[in-house]
C-alpha cells in the first residue's frame, strides 16, 4: 500500500486566497483524520470523519475552513479566504477501527 | 479536558548512552497511548502504541515504552541510542474503546544526539 497521500506538499498562496488541501487515505480505513502543526500550538486535531461522515469538528477554527469526504478514497480540507495565520503543516492521517493510525507526509501551507 | 505534557523540550544524548523521554497524560480514564517520531520534513510514523496487557511495550528501532497507571506516565526508553534517532518525539493519547477518536498530542520533545 501507498500510505497516505497528501497533495500538495508544499503551497505558498496570498491572503485572500482559496487554499485546498487534498488527501487520500490507505484502502480500507473507515476513519480519516485532519491535523494542523504549528510551532506555537503544536500537533491539533481539526476534523475527523468515519465512514465519509464528519463525526466532530470541533478543531476547526473558524468558519473559513471546511472539510469533505465525498468518498472513502478522497478527502478536502478548504480554507477560504486564506490568513497568514493559517500558515502551518497540514497532516492527513487514516485509521482503522482498533488500531493505529497512519500520518501522510502533510502539507506545508504558507500564506503571504 | 485530555492533555499530554512532555516536560523536556530538548534533551541532548550522547551516540551510545541511554535515552528517557517522559510523558504524563491527565484524562478520565486509562486512555490508548502512543509514541510517534517525526525527522525534520516528514510526517509522523508510530513508534510503539500500548492498548491494554502487559504495561511494558516493545516497538520499533529498539525502543520500549512502560505504562504507569498509578503516575499517569508512558515514559519512552532506549538503551543506546544511534545517530539515526535525532527528531522530534510526540505522545499522544486517545480515549480507549468505542472506535476513533482523535489524538491528543504533547508538544514534543526534541532530541539531539551528540557524537
Known amino acids: 500500500d501507498a500510505g497516505v497521500i497528501q497533495s500538495p506538499r508544499h503551497e505558498v498562496t496570498e491572503m485572500g486566497q482559496e487554499v485546498t488541501l487534498r488527501c487520500k487515505p490507505i484502502?480500507?480505513?473507515?476513519?480519516l483524520f485532519w491535523y494542523r502543526q504549528t510551532m506555537m500550538r503544536g500537533l491539533e486535531l481539526l476534523i475527523y470523519f468515519n465512514n465519509n461522515v464528519p463525526i466532530d469538528d470541533s478543531g476547526m477554527p473558524e468558519d473559513r475552513f471546511s472539510a469533505k469526504m465525498p468518498n472513502a478514497s478522497f478527502s478536502t480540507l478548504k480554507i477560504q479566504p486564506s490568513e497568514p495565520r493559517d500558515s502551518a503543516v497540514y497532516f492527513c492521517?487514516?485509521?482503522?477501527?482498533?488500531?493505529?493510525?497512519?500520518f501522510g507526509p502533510g502539507t506545508r501551507l504558507t500564506v503571504l | 479536558a485530555q492533555s499530554v505534557t512532555q516536560p523536556d523540550i530538548h534533551i541532548t544524548v550522547s551516540e551510545g548512552a541511554s535515552l528517557e523521554l517522559r510523558c504524563n497524560y491527565s484524562y478520565g480514564a486509562t486512555p490508548y497511548l502512543f509514541w510517534y517520531v517525526q525527522s525534520p520534513g516528514q510526517g509522523l510514523q508510530l513508534l510503539l502504541k500500548y492498548f491494554s496487557g502487559d504495561t511494558l511495550v516493545q516497538g520499533i528501532k529498539g525502543f520500549e515504552a512502560e505504562f504507569k497507571r498509578s503516575q499517569s506516565s508512558f515514559n519512552l526508553r532506549k538503551p543506546s541510542v544511534h545517530w539515526s534517532d535525532a527528531a522530534e518525539y510526540f505522545c499522544a493519547v486517545e480515549r480507549a474503546g468505542g472506535g476513533a477518536d482523535g489524538l491528543t498530542f504533547g508538544k514534543g520533545t526534541h532530541l539531539i544526539i551528540q557524537p
Open positions: 484502502s480500507g480505513h473507515d476513519y
Open positions: 492521517a487514516s485509521q482503522a477501527q482498533y488500531n493505529e493510525q497512519f
